[in-house]
């Protein structure tokens, strides 16, 4: 009530919450990495070799990790390793945070460099390396998480706490605001897909279509830049460019298959691609290897500039027979088929696994990202240790003042006998 609003506007009240806010700003960003581990890390999972302790887990599975070494590390951070560090140096809690900003960039840094080898083509690195990040970032949070609750808890004025423990929690939606806000920013819009959902807004077009002709780059129907978008429930779901526009793409294509066939059937940064030559508007046509099975050719397009809506091209990827699953030790205590394969098998949803190897291509016009790959996780790897960097002289200047209710105190013990 009165006393609440007279708390947080008296100066002692507002000095409290402007040292915290930039706190919880750092701890923000920490959350804007912490919580891809079931967003990015999952994603880059599935392109890693899942086979582990004697069974293939699933790309999601590997995260179960956390709330494990959650249970571990608490005890043992408490019991051991914090009464450790204090032999070497006073730990405080704005230490501890710090400690653990520079973990969580260090975390970053090895799903980097596994996501390098994943981006070089060739074999797979073990899921082994993620694990190892796991093992980091978790202690991280428990250094950051943890301690950062406390501290916060322990700074704010008595009839501000439940309010200061509100902002410290909004800082995990600050973190994934801008996680949200960065990926939204790398997307490079389709072209195709602007340019029907443009045609659908002037109801140009007929909602029940499933194949709709689109102008292209010059906006004029019937000439070689045309795209052809197949529809289902109002969304491109497939789009195919003209034979003239198409031919010189599907000629480098065919170099590009013609040499993963070569290598066993995969993609490798130790074989490089040939000359492929340019596309019908004069652009060099490139590849970019995104895994050991998925390879991008494009090039600028109508517009003859990089990174724009009109990037066309066409993505391959390899699709092999299923390996048998081999024995193991883990046999007794997993199921013959997952949860989801059941699913799908109940749902008809299960694509239909090749017999042989087969190469599926898809074209595409825009819809790239612009950090993608190595880049994207390279870019939150330092933005966290600039983050880290910048918080080492914000801890050196914080003045910590601790509150606790006025209310505690040693109860009154009438019976000795009964402590």
Not at 195 to 215: C, F, G, H, K, R
Not at 359 to 364: G, M
Request: net charge negative; glycine share 4%; proline share 6%.
């Amino acid at each position: 009530g009165k006393k609440f609003f007279d708390e947080i506007s008296s100066k002692e009240g507002l000095f409290a919450l402007l040292k915290l806010i930039p706190l919880f700003l750092f701890i923000a960003i920490f959350w804007a990495l912490y919580d891809q581990t079931g967003s990015s890390w999952v994603l880059q999972a599935e392109h890693t070799n899942l086979d582990f302790l004697g069974m293939k887990w699933l790309p999601s599975q590997i995260q179960a990790i956390n709330p494990i070494l959650i249970l571990v590390f608490i005890p043992l951070f408490t019991v051991v390793i914090y009464p450790l560090i204090q032999r070497v140096f006073r730990l405080t809690p704005l230490r501890k945070i710090g400690i653990g900003f520079f973990l969580t960039a260090a975390a970053f840094a090895i799903v980097a460099l596994t996501q390098h080898w994943i981006d070089a083509g060739g074999e797979k690195p073990s899921v082994s390396w993620q694990l190892l990040a796991f093992f980091i970032i978790t202690a991280a949070e428990v250094m950051v998480s943890i301690v950062g609750l406390e501290f916060a808890y322990t700074q704010a004025p008595a009839k501000m706490k439940s309010i200061v423990m509100a902002l410290y929690l909004s800082a995990v939606a600050v973190g994934n605001l801008l996680t949200s806000k960065i990926n939204h920013f790398i997307q490079i819009p389709s072209a195709a897909k602007e340019q029907y959902e443009s045609l659908s807004a002037t109801q140009l077009l007929n909602i029940n279509d499933s194949q709709v002709a689109l102008p292209g780059y010059d906006g004029i129907k019937d000439t070689s830049d045309d795209i052809t978008a197949q529809i289902k429930k109002q969304q491109i779901t497939e789009i195919a460019l003209t034979k003239e526009t198409s031919q010189s793409f599907q000629n480098a294509a065919d170099q590009v298959i013609a040499l993963a066939k070569s290598t066993n059937d995969q993609f490798s940064a130790a074989t490089p691609f040939p000359p492929l030559g340019n596309d019908s508007w004069g652009n060099p046509i490139s590849a970019k290897i995104i895994n050991a099975t998925t390879c991008r050719i494009s090039s600028a397009g109508p517009d003859r500039q990089r990174d724009t809506a009109w990037d066309t091209g066409l993505t391959i990827e390899i699709s092999t027979p299923e390996v048998p699953r081999e024995s193991s030790w883990m046999d007794v205590i997993r199921p013959n088929e997952t949860w989801i394969e059941t699913r799908k098998a109940i749902l008809n949803v299960e694509r239909e696994k090749p017999s042989t190897t087969t190469y599926d291509i898809t074209w595409f016009v825009g819809g790239q990202n612009k950090l993608e790959g190595v880049s994207y996780f390279s870019f939150f790897t330092w933005l966290m240790l600039g983050c880290a960097v910048l918080y080492v002289p914000f801890a050196l200047c914080y003045r910590p003042k601790t509150y606790l209710p006025a209310d505690v105190s040693t109860p009154e013990v009438k019976d000795p006998s009964a402590i």
